[in-house]
């Protein structure tokens, strides 16, 4: 009986050493470069991305990171466009919006939600490397 305590206890402290010495699951980086889908054209750089839609444009902030199990949730910004020549005195408007999704191999699923109302703004499933086709507003 006392040798089966002291088994324990000796599994107990390996199980607890060896947990204080394990790391942390890193975050991963998104892959940079081009992806793209009908519709949207998305290029990740190191610190940011550029997003091209038909008629509008957005970025997205960095880092840019995904979990251990490849989704991430990062804040950027859209901005609609329209047809036609563009008047001097109508600004831009930058609207605050959340890209979630998730990357599994060369495919990304993107989720893209105004902050504030939830408005889901659009959803794509883009191809690392390929290309998008963006027809823009004319």
Not at 86 to 100: F, G, L, M, N, T
Request: aromatic letters at 8%.
């Amino acid at each position: 009986m006392v040798g089966k305590s002291y088994l324990i206890t000796g599994l107990v402290i390996i199980v607890f050493v060896t947990a204080s010495f394990a790391k942390p699951r890193r975050l991963q980086k998104m892959p940079q470069g081009a992806w793209g889908a009908p519709h949207i054209n998305l290029n990740v750089t190191a610190t940011s991305a550029d997003v091209e839609f038909d008629c509008a444009h957005g970025k997205i902030n960095g880092p840019l990171t995904l979990d251990s199990r490849g989704r991430f949730n990062l804040s950027g910004s859209y901005t609609r466009e329209h047809g036609g020549p563009i008047r001097e005195d109508i600004k831009a408007i930058d609207q605050p919006v959340r890209y979630s999704g998730s990357i599994t191999g060369a495919a990304m699923r993107l989720k893209i939600t105004l902050v504030g109302s939830n408005e889901v703004i659009g959803t794509y499933v883009l191809e690392r490397g390929g290309p998008g086709r963006v027809f823009k507003c004319r």
